[in-house]
């Protein structure tokens, strides 16, 4: 069949995410992907290569097609693609389980999987909420999050996304209202006697300590706030975070869906930090971008808590919990990680994306270009025209998917020097012609 009967046939029938099926925005069909390119149709019967920036939504860390990830699903698959989790379990399990709690922060110890991030989210909320109740702590059923934040598109993570952003208004009286502080001051790098930054952790201290009997516990994203924006901010702020937790009784739940195996150059970006979280989710590049899999790992003091307190159990078991291709192939993309020189990579990628992009900065219409770890961003002056910019950074070899103000883009590891430059001169050649 021809690319444009597909194509009209999955605007008949396909929502695609944020899409409207009144107007749905053009789609391009893949015809196949490896190592970092993808293979588009061209619409005339040939294909098309582009190096994908974004990994796939920040998932495909050692690029499509790599020989060790399929090679694992493979073997998964002659031995069984998937068991209930409920009565029974197995290896790739129990071998992942074991290497998420050695290379995690040292107090997390416990994990329980589920099928993707924003469910990993609502677990999340769920163990800090039987927490309060274990201790006797009634009454503390909310969480306490920043502006810019995004968790997720269930409901309970929708309720810690940024109201704005997350379309609050639209959901008002069904999502669970939460208690909001202001967005940390922007810059990974702002020092910590910043007039901004010290307001910032006032700011916090006071909503901390006017509803801490209402609030359960903090959520964030560590370090670079994701689909919120692709803000970075100041290990500082996550430390006045973990203080105000300690001293109020809350958990610190991270979300390092996004931030997690070595994005913002640390392999969690609470490292950059010091410091530990009481609950953590991952997922996204967890399993190489294979298959959806995520996880929430807690200490092991929230894990007695609950499992001593009323009802005993964690209420909750997802139908394709632990799925075990998704376990094997996580399994085989962290040991492919942590064989190679990751952080070395990360910090050469970011190199690359700096010189790259650093020249953007001086274009008109173009407001800040930021860079950290393997994420470069380049944020406009206004609304970006996406379908325009997608189609001008492709037609110079490189897949983008802009949102908001924003073009950034996040490759995967296995991106060679080459390939960064090809990225930012696409990027940089387009915000030109494109403008917003
Ligand atoms: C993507 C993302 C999620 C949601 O994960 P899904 O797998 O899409 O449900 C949650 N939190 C953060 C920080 C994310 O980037």
Request: with cysteine; glycine share 10%.
């Amino acid at each position: 069949m021809s690319v444009g009967g597909w194509l009209e046939r999955d605007a008949q029938l396909l929502w695609h995410p944020y899409s409207s099926l009144a107007e749905p925005s053009p789609v391009r069909l893949v015809r196949g992907a490896s190592g970092v390119r993808l293979s588009l149709d061209d619409g005339s019967g040939g294909t098309v290569e582009a190096i994908d920036a974004m990994a796939s939504w920040w998932c495909m860390i050692h690029g499509y097609r790599h020989p060790v990830l399929d090679a694992a699903l493979k073997d998964q698959v002659d031995d069984f693609s998937h068991v209930m989790f409920g009565g029974l379990t197995h290896e790739p399990a129990i071998r992942l389980a074991e290497r998420l709690v050695e290379i995690t922060p040292a107090p997390l110890e416990h994990v329980f999987f589920c099928d993707s991030g924003s469910v990993s989210v609502e677990v999340a909320i769920k163990i800090a909420l039987q927490y309060q109740v274990a201790r006797g702590r009634v009454g503390r059923t909310k969480m306490l999050t920043v502006r810019g934040g995004y968790h997720g598109d269930t409901f309970a993570p929708m309720s810690v996304c940024d109201p704005v952003n997350g379309m609050h208004s639209l959901f008002t009286g069904a999502l669970q209202e939460q208690v909001f502080g202001p967005q940390p001051p922007a810059g990974f790098d702002r020092p910590d006697d910043d007039p901004e930054f010290l307001a910032w952790a006032a700011a916090m201290a006071a909503v901390a300590e006017q509803q801490s009997d209402q609030i359960a516990a903090i959520v964030v994203e560590p370090i670079l706030q994701g689909a919120g924006g692709m803000y970075p901010y100041s290990p500082a702020c996550l430390r006045v975070l973990r203080e105000l937790a300690d001293q109020h009784g809350f958990l610190l739940i991270l979300d390092e869906i996004a931030t997690g195996f070595g994005r913002t150059g640390t392999l969690w970006a609470s490292e950059h930090a010091g410091i530990d979280p009481d609950i953590l989710c991952i997922g996204k590049a967890l399993t190489g971008g294979y298959l959806s899999l995520a996880a929430m790992l807690c200490t092991a003091e929230v894990a007695q808590a609950v499992s001593n307190g009323p009802g005993g159990a964690l209420m909750h078991g997802p139908t394709f919990m632990a799925n075990p291709l998704a376990c094997s192939v996580a399994l085989a993309s962290i040991d492919l990680l942590l064989a190679g020189d990751w952080a070395v990579r990360v910090a050469e990628l970011s190199a690359g994306l700096s010189a790259g992009l650093a020249p953007v900065a001086e274009l008109p219409g173009v407001k800040d270009v930021r860079v950290l770890g393997a994420v470069g961003v380049v944020q406009l002056g206004g609304p970006v025209d996406m379908v325009r910019m997608t189609d001008a950074v492709l037609r110079r070899g490189v897949w983008v998917r802009p949102f908001r103000d924003l073009v950034y883009t996040m490759p995967p590891y296995v991106c060679t020097d080459d390939d960064i430059a090809t990225i930012t001169t696409a990027i940089a050649e387009a915000v030109r012609e494109v403008g917003c």
